[in-house]
């Protein structure tokens, strides 16, 4: 009874002994699917309806263990076949996910973080919309269902 009290408190040990960073990096380095992928463009706090939608099943993404990635993108938000794939780079900590694509830094805040399912989300304000107007302002909500 002894020799199981002991393994007990050394599992529980080892258990807590991985950082919450290190957990989301481990689940993370996998081939995900995109589940439901959102994107909401706001033009002064408003949906801009023709640049917004959300997509099923709209491609993959992988995570690798050296930190670098691929992503395919295939989907229709209401304005025509979006296609998008290419490398990127990515970090994390224990509550976000940088993703590091030409140039552009997306910095997501980790919402659901389990063995198949990682859910992503980021807002970001004064967003540059190109070819729009510049008299408004524009925002942009980008939510990701990432499922094995």
């Not at 290190?22 to 081939?31: E, F, H, Y």
């Not at 290419?86 to 900590?93: A, D, M």
Request: hydrophobic share 35%; charged share 15%; with cysteine.
């Amino acid at each position: 009874m002894k020799i199981i009290k002991i393994f007990c408190l050394i599992c529980v040990l080892i258990a807590s002994g991985c950082s919450k960073d290190q957990l989301l990096q481990k689940r993370i380095q996998a081939l995900w699917t995109f589940g439901i992928y959102t994107k909401t463009i706001y033009q002064n706090n408003t949906p801009l309806l023709t640049e917004s939608g959300s997509a099923a099943n709209a491609g993959t993404i992988d995570f690798g263990s050296d930190g670098k990635g691929y992503y395919s993108m295939v989907f229709d938000l209401g304005t025509g076949a979006f296609n998008n794939n290419g490398n990127f780079t990515w970090t994390n900590t224990s509550d976000k996910v940088t993703i590091y694509v030409n140039d552009t830094i997306k910095v997501y805040d980790v919402v659901t973080n389990t063995i198949n399912k990682i859910e992503l989300h980021r807002v970001v304000n004064n967003f540059d919309l190109v070819g729009h107007s510049p008299d408004y302002t524009y925002s942009l909500d980008e939510f990701m269902s990432l499922v094995k």
